[in-house]
């Protein structure tokens, strides 16, 4: 099909920042063992071998200097009940705030893990960067994930991680959101046996 030229049920705007839903992550960094966190919504992975994430972080965030110095942080993943922890963390700076003990978390540090990561969150990525690159307004840290932080209670039996009870939280156009119900599965959309598994009765 060819596209219209002319759609008026559509409005053109100037390039713009509208991406969403996005996590709204909590990133620890430290220096002199003092911890600092802030929430951090332009983030991603942008590739899986090796795994690579990046921050885009204003310079003027008490934060920036502290991962531009130490070269390391860690991406920790929110859920519903972090909610006010992590606007709380996007409004005030740790340069006047000890924000771990306003919002009452706890950082940790197991195994040799470069960066202190927070107890409270399901599932933390420790990053070491490997680029800063200059964008405008913000600057973005291509990092490296080289160590995964995760809360025993969400891996089963099989070693598998099942975040479904965790509450994933998720931000769009300034507002926070609890993550849906189901609605498919990577790669259901041409899997033969879908069809066949419910005859069968497997649950969809
Ligand atoms: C939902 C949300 C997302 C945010 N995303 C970013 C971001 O991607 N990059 C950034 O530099 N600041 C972002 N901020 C703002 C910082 O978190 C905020 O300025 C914070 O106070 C900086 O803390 P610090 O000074 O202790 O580093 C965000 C704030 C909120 C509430």
């Not at 983030?43 to 531009?68: D, K, V």
């Not at 990053?127 to 995760?150: D, K, N, W, Y």
Request: positive net charge.
């Amino acid at each position: 099909m060819m596209p219209q030229e002319q759609s008026p049920a559509r409005v053109q705007w100037g390039g713009s920042a509208l991406l969403a839903p996005v996590p709204p992550v909590l990133v620890t960094c430290c220096a002199d063992g003092r911890v600092n966190v802030l929430t951090v919504g332009w983030t991603g992975i942008c590739a899986t071998h090796p795994p690579m994430t990046y921050i885009s972080l204003r310079p003027s965030r008490f934060s920036y200097g502290i991962i531009r110095e130490t070269g390391v942080f860690a991406v920790n993943l929110p859920t519903t009940g972090l909610v006010r922890a992590v606007d709380f963390c996007g409004v005030r700076s740790g340069r006047d705030t000890d924000k771990l003990a306003a919002c009452g978390l706890h950082a940790v540090q197991p195994g040799g893990l470069a960066v202190p990561v927070l107890e409270e969150s399901p599932v933390s990525l420790i990053c070491r960067v490997q680029q800063v690159i200059p964008l405008g307004s913000h600057e973005m840290f291509l990092a490296e994930i080289e160590a995964t932080s995760v809360d025993g209670r969400y891996v089963d039996s099989k070693g598998k991680l099942n975040l479904q009870q965790s509450g994933l939280l998720a931000y769009a156009h300034g507002e926070y959101f609890a993550l849906g119900r189901k609605c498919g599965e990577f790669g259901f959309s041409v899997r033969k046996s879908s069809a066949k598994k419910k005859k069968r009765g497997v649950p969809g």
